[in-house]
């Protein structure tokens, strides 16, 4: 503080001793102090020092709300100097709303009738010299003897930010979930349903509204008609009367993988499903989530074929015992067996072009027509050498037809949601290709849509690969019914002609199952780029430290410690806190990292202690560290 500062305050920091000598108790002191001639230990240098080194924006307000006196903190939150400030301002000047000035001024009209009936401390928007708005904490002591009032400032505009961002980021996660293919919902540590999304709305004819919240396994009820464990359930523990319910179960690390034939509204379907934990900042387990995927048509669709693979072999013995007894022209069945291998061959090749498993592409964009955001995916099927050439593309101008992004749009915002509307899109190279458009519309928190959300499908190759296959089938009839004449008529021994055929079989068997394996993997595709994408963002050390907890969680093992000491019926906040322990973490440190008072964390200490049955003569650590292993 420079010498000029320090005069033009000296008058108002003279008053405040005066105030404190009124004190009965402070009175009694001062004549003590005069008895025995020591001097008085306040001074003006003394609150003068308080003043300009709490920390915090601070002023000192006249009755009429004129600021008196105004530290430096003060100048540097609102960029205003004492010389603008004291005495020349009202403190009405720096209030940004109308509602908060308002209120103000019906808290200061009842401070002055009981000042106990009105908040000390309350929130308020302040504007400062540039025209920038700060989220402010104030805090209000009246200093009634002077007819004065001393008002503490704490900007949390940061933490408001951090708010913000944080929610957004779990908002974008919970729009992933909901918009998953399959059917998948998620419990916490208790058993509550955290998650139901559109999928398995669909499945059972649950809205999530009924279900979310919901325990005491509710979300068996649209499968099993009653209160029952599933197979999210052994996520946690191993229950062998439970697992005998599904037709097979495996367990790959912390993942199960199960199939079952139950009714599902009334109907008799097959489902598999898959399910594993959730685990929180800590890397405790504090939930799990269960992906059910209807598997009845495929099922059937496997039955059919290998229907049709019996009667293909029953016919292929039958020709086979006629055929035998046949023995001419044998050098040119040779020669036709070896024709139609290499047609098989080349079936077999573009069969397997057809049959690719295309990825979607996921995508973000904003109301005006342009990309916020898309994965690697949507640069592959856009035909651009990356994603910063594709995002400085207007969106229109990927459609075939312009317009038909303005129609497309409309729907989404008048609907809020579309499933696989059909659309033509341009490739760089003029190209077009068909795909199917799963969005949602994206909101502000006013209810106003700021932009789309979703997949796109690339089902160019499918259509083509439908063509080609149900001219392959037709040949192959011909083929078959030609060749079948002609063998009825010639001689040689067919069984090799059988071996081939069984090679083929196994061969398509072969090529469904890589199918099949593809399909599962694009799940991942619609999930890690959000993590990607949200490692991008320039994230504080906490929320970093939470993104990276995630993905390296989501392929980690149950915590040993967890499993062991899950039989002592520890609370999820008292797993944390022994979890820390175990680590070392002081009482301090603990609270700080939860965010919950140092008496709450002796409290849960000494809860752990009883639930372990533990004195209070033995290490809590060493017993934790024991139980881990």
Same mark, same amino acid.
């Given at each position: 503080?420079?010498?000029?500062?320090?005069?033009?305050?000296k008058?108002?920091?003279?008053?405040?001793?005066?105030?404190?000598q009124?004190?009965g108790?402070?009175?009694?002191?001062?004549?003590?102090?005069k008895?025995?001639?020591?001097?008085?230990?306040?001074s003006?240098d003394?609150?003068?020092?308080?003043f300009e080194?709490?920390?915090?924006?601070?002023?000192?307000?006249?009755?009429?709300?004129t600021?008196?006196?105004?530290?430096g903190?003060?100048?540097?939150l609102?960029?205003?100097?004492?010389?603008?400030?004291?005495?020349?301002?009202?403190?009405?000047e720096f209030?940004h709303?109308?509602?908060?000035?308002?209120?103000?001024?019906?808290?200061?009209?009842?401070?002055?009738?009981?000042?106990?009936?009105?908040?000390?401390?309350?929130?308020?928007?302040?504007v400062?010299?540039?025209?920038?708005?700060?989220?402010?904490v104030?805090t209000?002591?009246?200093?009634?003897?002077?007819?004065?009032?001393?008002?503490?400032?704490l900007?949390?505009s940061?933490?408001?930010?951090?708010?913000?961002?944080?929610?957004e980021t779990?908002?974008?996660?919970?729009?992933i979930?909901?918009?998953l293919?399959?059917?998948t919902?998620?419990v916490?540590?208790?058993?509550k349903?955290?998650?139901?999304?559109?999928?398995?709305?669909e499945?059972?004819?649950v809205?999530?509204e009924?279900?979310?919240?919901?325990?005491n396994?509710e979300?068996?009820?649209?499968?099993?008609?009653m209160?029952?464990?599933?197979?999210?359930?052994l996520?946690?523990r191993?229950?062998?009367?439970?697992e005998?319910?599904?037709?097979?179960?495996?367990?790959?690390?912390?993942?199960?993988l199960?199939?079952?034939?139950i009714?599902?509204?009334?109907?008799?379907?097959?489902?598999?499903?898959?399910?594993?934990?959730?685990?929180?900042?800590?890397g405790n387990?504090?939930?799990?989530?269960e992906?059910?995927?209807?598997?009845?048509?495929r099922?059937?669709?496997r039955?059919?074929?290998?229907?049709?693979?019996d009667?293909l072999?029953?016919?292929?013995?039958?020709?086979?015992?006629?055929?035998?007894?046949?023995n001419r022209?044998?050098?040119?069945?040779?020669?036709?067996?070896?024709?139609?291998e290499?047609?098989?061959k080349?079936?077999?090749?573009?069969?397997?072009?057809?049959?690719?498993?295309s990825r979607?592409?996921v995508?973000?964009?904003?109301?005006?027509?342009?990309?916020?955001?898309?994965?690697?995916?949507?640069?592959?099927?856009?035909?651009?050498?990356?994603?910063?050439?594709?995002?400085?593309?207007?969106i229109?101008?990927?459609?075939a037809?312009?317009?038909?992004r303005?129609?497309?749009?409309?729907?989404?915002?008048?609907?809020?949601?579309?499933?696989?509307?059909?659309v033509?899109?341009?490739?760089?190279?003029?190209?077009?290709?068909?795909?199917?458009?799963?969005?949602?519309?994206r909101?502000?928190?006013?209810?106003r #849509?700021?932009?789309? $959300?979703?997949?796109?499908r690339d089902?160019?190759e499918?259509? +083509?690969?439908? &063509? @080609?296959? !149900? =001219?392959?089938?037709?040949?192959?009839?011909?083929?078959?019914?030609?060749?079948?004449?002609?063998l009825?008529?010639? #001689?040689g021994?067919l $069984?090799?002609?059988?071996?081939?055929?069984?090679?083929?079989? +196994?061969?398509? &068997? @072969?090529d !469904? =199952?890589?199918?099949?394996d593809?399909?599962?993997?694009n799940i991942?595709?619609?999930?890690?780029?959000?993590v990607?994408?949200?490692?991008?963002?320039?994230?504080?050390?906490?929320q970093?430290?939470?993104?990276?907890?995630? &993905?390296?969680?989501?392929?980690?093992i149950?915590s040993?410690l967890?499993k062991?000491?899950?039989?002592?019926?520890?609370?999820p906040r008292?797993?944390?806190?022994?979890?820390?322990?175990?680590d070392?973490k002081?009482?301090?440190?603990?609270?700080r990292?939860?965010g919950?008072?140092?008496?709450?964390?002796?409290?849960?200490r000494?809860?752990?202690?009883?639930?372990?049955?533990?004195?209070r003569?033995?290490?809590?650590?060493?017993?934790?560290r024991?139980?881990e292993?």
């Amino acid at each position: 503080m420079s010498e000029k500062d320090k005069d033009m305050s000296k008058g108002q920091f003279s008053e405040l001793p005066g105030m404190f000598q009124r004190n009965g108790r402070s009175v009694k002191f001062e004549s003590e102090c005069k008895q025995t001639g020591n001097a008085l230990p306040v001074s003006e240098d003394f609150y003068r020092t308080i003043f300009e080194n709490t920390g915090t924006a601070t002023v000192i307000l006249e009755e009429d709300n004129t600021i008196l006196l105004v530290n430096g903190e003060f100048e540097k939150l609102t960029g205003y100097t004492r010389e603008e400030t004291e005495g020349r301002k009202k403190w009405t000047e720096f209030v940004h709303r109308k509602e908060d000035l308002e209120r103000m001024k019906e808290y200061h009209r009842l401070r002055r009738i009981d000042p106990q009936s009105v908040p000390r401390t309350y929130e308020f928007q302040l504007v400062d010299r540039k025209n920038q708005v700060r989220d402010i904490v104030l805090t209000v002591t009246p200093m009634p003897v002077i007819k004065q009032t001393l008002a503490a400032l704490l900007d949390i505009s940061c933490l408001r930010r951090v708010e913000a961002a944080l929610t957004e980021t779990e908002r974008r996660l919970a729009d992933i979930i909901d918009f998953l293919p399959d059917a998948t919902f998620a419990v916490d540590f208790s058993g509550k349903v955290i998650a139901w999304n559109r999928a398995i709305e669909e499945m059972t004819g649950v809205k999530a509204e009924d279900m979310l919240g919901k325990g005491n396994y509710e979300y068996a009820m649209p499968f099993y008609g009653m209160h029952r464990p599933m197979l999210i359930d052994l996520v946690y523990r191993f229950a062998e009367e439970v697992e005998k319910k599904y037709n097979f179960i495996k367990r790959e690390g912390n993942v199960l993988l199960a199939e079952v034939d139950i009714p599902v509204r009334g109907e008799h379907r097959a489902l598999w499903g898959k399910a594993g934990p959730l685990y929180d900042n800590y890397g405790n387990v504090a939930g799990a989530i269960e992906s059910i995927r209807d598997i009845t048509d495929r099922r059937q669709a496997r039955e059919s074929l290998q229907k049709a693979h019996d009667e293909l072999e029953m016919r292929v013995r039958e020709r086979t015992a006629e055929l035998m007894q046949v023995n001419r022209m044998l050098q040119r069945e040779i020669t036709e067996r070896k024709r139609a291998e290499a047609v098989m061959k080349e079936s077999e090749e573009k069969y397997t072009q057809f049959f690719k498993t295309s990825r979607d592409c996921v995508f973000i964009t904003s109301r005006d027509g342009r990309f916020i955001d898309l994965n690697d995916t949507a640069v592959e099927l856009f035909g651009y050498s990356s994603r910063h050439e594709l995002l400085q593309k207007k969106i229109p101008y990927v459609y075939a037809n312009q317009e038909e992004r303005a129609n497309h749009a409309k729907v989404i915002t008048e609907c809020g949601y579309v499933k696989e509307y059909p659309v033509d899109l341009r490739r760089r190279d003029g190209s077009i290709r068909h795909a199917l458009i799963t969005a949602v519309a994206r909101y502000d928190a006013n209810g106003r #849509t700021i932009g789309f $959300q979703g997949t796109i499908r690339d089902i160019t190759e499918k259509t +083509q690969n439908e &063509e @080609e296959i !149900r =001219k392959y089938r037709e040949e192959l009839e011909i083929l078959v019914a030609e060749r079948t004449k002609e063998l009825e008529d010639k #001689t040689g021994n067919l $069984q090799e002609v059988n071996t081939a055929l069984n090679v083929l079989l +196994q061969k398509r &068997e @072969e090529d !469904r =199952k890589i199918l099949e394996d593809n399909f599962v993997a694009n799940i991942s595709s619609l999930v890690l780029p959000y993590v990607e994408k949200v490692k991008k963002n320039n994230l504080d050390a906490q929320q970093q430290l939470c993104l990276d907890t995630i &993905e390296k969680n989501l392929s980690g093992i149950v915590s040993p410690l967890l499993k062991n000491i899950q039989q002592f019926d520890l609370t999820p906040r008292e797993i944390q806190i022994a979890s820390l322990i175990k680590d070392g973490k002081t009482t301090k440190e603990i609270a700080r990292a939860l965010g919950i008072g140092e008496g709450s964390i002796d409290t849960h200490r000494k809860n752990i202690r009883k639930k372990l049955g533990m004195n209070r003569a033995s290490n809590l650590q060493s017993h934790l560290r024991f139980l881990e292993k």
